[in-house]
Structure formats: structure tokens, C-alpha cells
């Protein structure tokens, strides 16, 4: 039996229609539908009043569904990160290429708006660092088989955890050659 159908079975048992229960729960009428037609599911918080609402056991109450709301949350990792990743992208090309206009054009007030762009993007680069610590995933491929939903197998993970001693070479490598380009372009311009 599935979440939906377990919530409106003791929802049944226990006399209470939705909206009663809604009430109780302090959520909509249309909440309480959507949990029950498996359209989406309870927070942890609503997930123990209706434990103890119920009178059953939190593990009685979402047996079975488990495994569905790890995929979720998982899922809903997934996204954010990307979501996050592709801000942080945005940011940090924006940051490069604006720094020199934005002075250029606008003096102080431009460097002051450079930096609140360069304070957002690391804001994000922080937000992708910790789900990337979190979860574990340095290299490349490790970024897209996360972002793909997939885990590397053993022999796999071996293979890219070998390759993290040179990632701290290779950061340092690549933020030298952006710097270099940077420098040159701003040279330049001045």
C-alpha cells in the first residue's frame, strides 16, 4: 500500500474528512488531496503530527514509500545544485567580462555594483563547494553522473578519488591562465 493510500485509510478510521484533517494539520483541503492521490508528500514535520495523530508508528505511517522519498529528495538535490551551478556559471562570466565597462562607464558606482555581483557569485560558488563536500564528488565525471542521478560503481569511484590529488594543481593552473587573459585584456584597455 502505498503513502496516499495508508494516510487516507487512517484518515477513514480515525472519522476525519480532508478538510478536517487539513485543519488539524494546519494545511489546505487540496493538501491533504495531493498526499493522498501521491501527487507529492508530507514534510517530516506533517509526517509526525500524523504519526501521532494517527496513533500509529512513523515507520508504520510511510513503510513502503521510503525509498520513493529518497529518490525525491535526491531529485530535488539534483535540481538545486544544477540550478546552482548554472547561477554560479552566469556569475563568474559576468564578474570577468564586466569588470572593466562597469568601471569605465560608471567609475565607483560600477566597481560597487561589480562587487555585488562578485559577493553573489561566491555566495554560490560556497552553496555548489558544500553539496559537492556533501555528496562526496570532485572530478568531472563524478559532477555528471550526480547530476544525472546515477552513482559511479566501485572500480569506477577508485578511478576518479586517483585523480583528486591533481585537482588542487589544476585549479591553481586554470585560475592562473583566466588571470593571465584578464590581465592582458585589462592592460589593454588601459
Not at 36 to 59: A, G, Q
Not at 118 to 133: D, G, Q
Request: glycine share 6%; net charge negative.
Amino acid at each position: 500500500m502505498e503513502l496516499g493510500q495508508r494516510l487516507k485509510h487512517y484518515r477513514t478510521n480515525a472519522g476525519f474528512n480532508q478538510e478536517e484533517l487539513a485543519e488539524k494539520l494546519y494545511v489546505s483541503r487540496q493538501t491533504i488531496s495531493n498526499w493522498e492521490n501521491d501527487k507529492s508528500y508530507p514534510d517530516i514535520h506533517s509526517l509526525l503530527m500524523l504519526s501521532d495523530l494517527f496513533n500509529v508508528s512513523l515507520d508504520e505511517l510511510v513503510k513502503g514509500d521510503i525509498e520513493i522519498m529518497k529518490e525525491k529528495v535526491e531529485e530535488t538535490k539534483v535540481k538545486s545544485f544544477q540550478r546552482d551551478s548554472n547561477i554560479f556559471t552566469v556569475l563568474i562570466i559576468v564578474c570577468i567580462v564586466s569588470a572593466l565597462p562597469l568601471y569605465k562607464w560608471l567609475g565607483i558606482l560600477g566597481i560597487a555594483i561589480w562587487a555585488i555581483i562578485a559577493i553573489a557569485m561566491i555566495y554560490y560558488a560556497f552553496k555548489v563547494e558544500k553539496v559537492k563536500m556533501e555528496e562526496d564528488i570532485h572530478t568531472y565525471k563524478e559532477i555528471v553522473a550526480f547530476m544525472n542521478g546515477e552513482k559511479l560503481d566501485g572500480i569506477e569511484k577508485a578511478r576518479e578519488e586517483g585523480k583528486r590529488r591533481y585537482e588542487p594543481i589544476i585549479k591553481l593552473l586554470a585560475g592562473a591562465i583566466v588571470g593571465v587573459i584578464v590581465a592582458m585584456i585589462l592592460s589593454r584597455f588601459m
